[in-house]
């Protein structure tokens, strides 16, 4: 399997697999994965930040289209930071049509964290886009392309029209993707467009296809995206629900255990036979991050693995540093309270949480936030009654959701995750003049308490190298 990753650091949102992490994991030899996720507000927020560090300048700099650039630098960018009390500013929301503006954000967002990711040394970096979030993809991938981005890496759906995308871009050609609406009708255009000459302030020549790998778990899904895939998929990643972040549902009937947790049996299993017989390249994900399974995962025919939980907590993450310590501080305790919960994300698919006090995990801090929808990404689309296409989510203002078709019953127990997860990647926003400032929610893998093997003699803080060392069985020199 030549030129193909053994490791990959998997793509983990919103910003925990930051550019410093995923340019780290590439320049060790291996893939390094930003995270795809919101990089819009990623962006604009680490502008009124005061971009420390000078990072995103520099990628500004890079950025082809100078007018476009110039922008949305003076749109956000406030020299020696916002005040801490001030709110980070409201972007608009993706939709269908995307306003010029945020098309811009969104264009520069993937373009700096890819550029990023890759300055400085030659290896290929890939980008995570969970296909859930549709509204974003066009835009985020032509960002990502301009940039170089040599994977791009697709779970949390069906991204059977990536591929198409992907060939348009390489001569800047336009792009479409079908929005999924809940209850469309035949006739409905719920097409979205992105045309790369609309944007392009100067000549540019070929972009280079980046490889794209679905993140999958089930056979039958890899099946169908070889057969019905509008181009080319070049391989696979395996992903079992002991993966932190977003996991799969259980198929067949929903069944929770007696601690409320969906309950995964063998019909969860992935055939690896057959997927073997498939032809492409593939890699294991979910409890990978330890001695002696890379070995094992190549013994059966994978490429190599994917692991997310042990590089979350490394000093390069971008899981902001409280959080970070507290959890390495429960895991040196041997505590790892890691629950799947079936019902916090509104994008319907269990999601990992890992209960720590003080994040939303506890219901206390949750039941305190007013219940706000203003960033939106995990929003679904909905054919409303005199049919146009609004957006609705199951954690905005209950009366609201209900007024757009949404139920009571499908609304309890949501949490609105992307303020939480934007939170947790150290840019909080904050509300009523300071008073109240949003927490995060963090996610790990079942295997948590593994990420002990890390920790170095008297101190909880590991590094991308640490463990990229343990899954290469090297011996520690220190
Ligand atoms: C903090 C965290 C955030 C994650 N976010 C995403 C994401 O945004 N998109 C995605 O496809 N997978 C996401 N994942 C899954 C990882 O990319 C990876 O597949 C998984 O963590 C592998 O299993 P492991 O956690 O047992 O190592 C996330 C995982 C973690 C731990």
New binding site residues.
Partial sequence: MDGLPKIIQ????VA?SGWRLAQTVSRLGHLGVV?G?ALDQVLARRLEDGDPGGHCRRAFDAFPFRGMAERVWSRYYIPGGKAPDAPYTRLPFHGLECPRPLAEDCLLGNFVEVFLARDGHPNPVGI?Y?EKIQTPHLISIYGAMLAGVGYI?M??GIPLKIPGVLDAYVNHEPATYPLYVAGAQDGDDTTMHFRPREFMECDLPPLTRPRFLP?IASNTLAVTLLRKSNGKVDGF?I?GP?????NAPPRGKPALSAQGEPVYGERDRVNLEAIRGLGLPFWL?????GPDVLQAALDEGAAGV?????F?YCEESG?RDDYKQAVLRLVAEGKSPVRTDPIASPSGFPFKVVELDGTVADEAVYNARPRVCDLGYLREAYRTPDGRIDFRCPSEPLSVYVSKGGTEEDAAGRKCICNALVATAGAPQVRAQGRFVEAGII?????LAGIGRFMRRGSIRYTAADVIRVLLDERDER
């Fill in positions: 998997g793509g983990m949102g925990v995270s996720t995570n969970l890496l779970g949390a993140i990643i992903e002991t993966a932190g972040g977003h994900a979910g409890g990978f991050g994917q692991v997310g939980t042990a979350a899981l996610t790990a893998g079942d295997d």
